[in-house]
């Protein structure tokens, strides 16, 4: 199976790189460089194209590649679309194919860009301005960490870390306008979320208090219920929320603490609307960034930003954890997908 690693290239890192997984063996086999390109902080893969953050000099926006070779995962490049200002922390192609947007963590902007019917990013049309800040060090204004499309497909929802809210927008002639605003609980820092899969109901991650919020979920609107702590009851130090990703099975959730270093294992119920903690796992590195499970739901692959491994989980049966030997070295890992 192949893979690809977007990273920071503040250090060692040089962007994009491609690794395959040998799933008979439960091993990693290869990791190679893709494509250099600066701060490729997250992808995403649709078809046979990758877009990817992508930080200029002065500049930022986004990058087009080709999936070249869907043996090897080679990529080509095709363009990218650079403008003035921040880059992105997080990017979507919408389901229509026809915009891409992206969020910047350092200014709060939800940012609209048109996509050309061969697939490539050609144009920023708009820029959004999410408002607010928080009690937190970190919350002296707005910090749009995330965007995701509603199942419904009405609708955009940011996250936004500074501001402790949710943002929901409707692209409307190529113009984002705002539709509703969820506030959660001040100085949490919502980060990212995922739904359930009847589209009804969301978990949100949060970065400043590594709590998983469930929240009901229609036309627009988020009414958040449950909190759900991804952290031992005795543990006091200091630990950042990251990624959460659901099981393609549906039953179990997986959310990742920077600091405490470990994967949260959550079993969902019938429903999709309720969780119970089964298990917090060491993730054997440093910084857990990002990590995602195979299509075939039988691994989970972390990306440590700052000890630069890869390391492998096979997933049981019953949603929990066990690492395996094999690990991989690349440099400032921030994101993890599959062709
Ligand atoms: O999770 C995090 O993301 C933000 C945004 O990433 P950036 O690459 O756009 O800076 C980052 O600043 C923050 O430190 C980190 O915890």
Same mark, same amino acid.
Request: with cysteine; charged share 30%.
């Given at each position: 199976m192949i893979g690809y690693i977007g990273t920071y290239t503040k250090e060692n890192g040089k962007g994009i790189y491609r690794y395959e997984l040998d799933t008979e063996k439960g091993e990693f086999k290869s990791v190679e460089t893709a494509a250099e390109t600066p701060n490729a902080t997250y992808l995403d893969i649709q078809n046979d194209r990758i877009y990817a953050i992508k930080k200029g000099k002065t500049k930022g926006g986004i990058a087009t590649y080709e999936i %070249?070779?869907?043996?090897?995962?080679e990529l080509r490049f095709i363009d990218d679309c650079l403008e003035e200002g921040g880059s992105g922390c997080h990017l979507m192609l919408t389901s229509d194919q026809n915009y891409l947007v992206d969020t910047v963590y350092g200014s709060g902007e939800v940012r609209l860009y048109e996509v050309d019917d061969r697939g490539v990013v050609t144009d920023r049309l708009d820029v959004f301005q999410i408002e607010g800040d928080g009690p937190?060090?970190?919350?002296d204004g707005p910090h749009a960490h995330f965007v995701t499309e509603t199942p419904d497909r009405q609708y955009l929802t940011a996250v936004d870390l500074g501001a402790d809210k949710l943002v929901t927008l409707k692209i409307e002639e190529g113009r984002l306008e705002k539709v509703a605003e969820c506030k959660v %609980? +001040? &100085?949490?820092g919502p980060r990212h979320l995922v739904f359930n899969e009847t589209g009804d109901f969301a978990f949100i991650f949060t970065e400043l208090s590594n709590e998983v919020i469930g929240a009901a979920y229609a036309d627009g609107v988020f009414t958040p219920e449950e909190v759900y702590s %991804?952290? +031992?009851?005795d543990f006091d130090d200091h630990s950042q929320g990251a990624a959460i990703r659901k099981h393609p099975n549906r039953k179990f959730l997986y959310v990742s603490n920077r600091g405490h270093n470990s994967i949260a294992v959550f079993k969902v119920d019938e429903e999709g609307k309720k969780l119970e903690r089964i298990q917090i796992e060491p993730t054997? &590195?440093?910084? +857990?960034r990002d990590f995602n499970i195979t299509p075939d739901g039988a691994y989970l692959i972390c990306a440590h930003e700052r000890s630069h491994n890869l390391v492998l989980f096979d997933i049981n049966e019953d949603g929990t954890l066990t690492r395996r030997e094999s690990e991989a070295e690349v440099p400032e890992g921030v994101f993890v997908g599959f062709l």
């Amino acid at each position: 199976m192949i893979g690809y690693i977007g990273t920071y290239t503040k250090e060692n890192g040089k962007g994009i790189y491609r690794y395959e997984l040998d799933t008979e063996k439960g091993e990693f086999k290869s990791v190679e460089t893709a494509a250099e390109t600066p701060n490729a902080t997250y992808l995403d893969i649709q078809n046979d194209r990758i877009y990817a953050i992508k930080k200029g000099k002065t500049k930022g926006g986004i990058a087009t590649y080709e999936i %070249a070779d869907f043996e090897t995962g080679e990529l080509r490049f095709i363009d990218d679309c650079l403008e003035e200002g921040g880059s992105g922390c997080h990017l979507m192609l919408t389901s229509d194919q026809n915009y891409l947007v992206d969020t910047v963590y350092g200014s709060g902007e939800v940012r609209l860009y048109e996509v050309d019917d061969r697939g490539v990013v050609t144009d920023r049309l708009d820029v959004f301005q999410i408002e607010g800040d928080g009690p937190h060090e970190r919350q002296d204004g707005p910090h749009a960490h995330f965007v995701t499309e509603t199942p419904d497909r009405q609708y955009l929802t940011a996250v936004d870390l500074g501001a402790d809210k949710l943002v929901t927008l409707k692209i409307e002639e190529g113009r984002l306008e705002k539709v509703a605003e969820c506030k959660v %609980a +001040p &100085g949490s820092g919502p980060r990212h979320l995922v739904f359930n899969e009847t589209g009804d109901f969301a978990f949100i991650f949060t970065e400043l208090s590594n709590e998983v919020i469930g929240a009901a979920y229609a036309d627009g609107v988020f009414t958040p219920e449950e909190v759900y702590s %991804a952290l +031992p009851e005795d543990f006091d130090d200091h630990s950042q929320g990251a990624a959460i990703r659901k099981h393609p099975n549906r039953k179990f959730l997986y959310v990742s603490n920077r600091g405490h270093n470990s994967i949260a294992v959550f079993k969902v119920d019938e429903e999709g609307k309720k969780l119970e903690r089964i298990q917090i796992e060491p993730t054997n &590195g440093d910084w +857990p960034r990002d990590f995602n499970i195979t299509p075939d739901g039988a691994y989970l692959i972390c990306a440590h930003e700052r000890s630069h491994n890869l390391v492998l989980f096979d997933i049981n049966e019953d949603g929990t954890l066990t690492r395996r030997e094999s690990e991989a070295e690349v440099p400032e890992g921030v994101f993890v997908g599959f062709l």
